[in-house]
């Protein structure tokens, strides 16, 4: 009985202590087959690191014969792994998507077929890369398509609407601009699309503040 009067009376003094507890929860020792790590705990603290290392004829799941893994929220980050060394890492290749092996890496003899983004063209049309002996065959290139458009420009008092950021969009495509509230476009509307036609965006409004544009108007007629 005492015990428990005892356990509620420290829950009362010390709400904030578990609380940043459960806030920032710490990690176990990993599992690491194949391979050691250091330092050698029970736990760690959140945002702890570790270095790892791996037995012959393995690898980390990174760049390098040791790697370092950091307690991120109960969790080890990257994970700590030491697979076959004829296995590969994931490829670094800008512009492209493939389907991700979600443990971070791929046997040997596997081959990836990327897929270019949007405004990006294969190179040479080779689209794939096969794991051979712990490393990739040559990797393709995604291209910027030449008549693919940059970021549309930027427009005072105007925004892009409908369209989360990219930096290339591909040609023939198009881009909504809104103006700002009390500012119009030519002609009066507030909203104009802007398109990529061989490269270059078409042209974009510009918005002035609707006063503005009558006082304008009133001295030409
Ligand atoms: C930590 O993990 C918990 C549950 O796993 C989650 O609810 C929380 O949002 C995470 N916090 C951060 C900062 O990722
Ligand atoms: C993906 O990773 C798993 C381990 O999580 C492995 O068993 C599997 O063979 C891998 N797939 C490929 C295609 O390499
Ligand atoms: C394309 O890649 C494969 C495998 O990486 C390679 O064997 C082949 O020679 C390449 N083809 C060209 C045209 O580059
Ligand atoms: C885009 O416009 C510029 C000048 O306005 C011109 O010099 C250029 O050739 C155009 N680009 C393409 C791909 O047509």
Not at 176 to 183: M, R
Request: aromatic fraction near 12%; proline fraction near 7%.
């Amino acid at each position: 009985m005492y015990i428990r009067y005892l356990g509620f009376g420290l829950l009362i003094w010390f709400p904030g202590a578990l609380h940043a507890q459960h806030a920032t929860p710490s990690c176990s020792a990993p599992r690491l087959d194949g391979g050691f790590f250091s330092p050698k705990q029970e736990t760690y603290s959140d945002e702890t690191a570790l270095t790892y290392t791996c037995n012959d004829g393995r690898k980390p799941t990174v760049k390098g014969w040791w790697a370092t893994s950091t307690c991120l929220n109960g969790t080890w980050s990257p994970e700590p792994q030491c697979i076959d060394e004829k296995a590969c890492i994931a490829p670094d290749i800008p512009n492209t998507q493939y389907r991700e092996n979600q443990s971070g890496w791929y046997n040997d003899e596997h081959k990836i077929r990327i897929t270019c983004n949007e405004g990006y063209d294969p190179k040479g049309h080779n689209v794939t890369t096969t794991c051979i002996n712990g490393k990739w065959s040559s990797v393709p290139v995604c291209e910027k398509n030449i008549h693919a458009c940059g970021e549309p420009p930027q427009i005072p008092h105007a925004v892009i609407i409908l369209q989360g950021y990219q930096d290339v969009f591909a040609a023939d495509t198009g881009v909504q601009y809104q103006c700002q509230d009390g500012y119009t476009a030519e002609g009066g509307d507030t909203k104009k699309y802007v398109y990529c036609i061989a490269g270059n965006w078409t042209e974009g409004p510009v918005c002035s503040k609707w006063g503005h544009t009558l006082q304008r108007n009133q001295t030409w007629y």
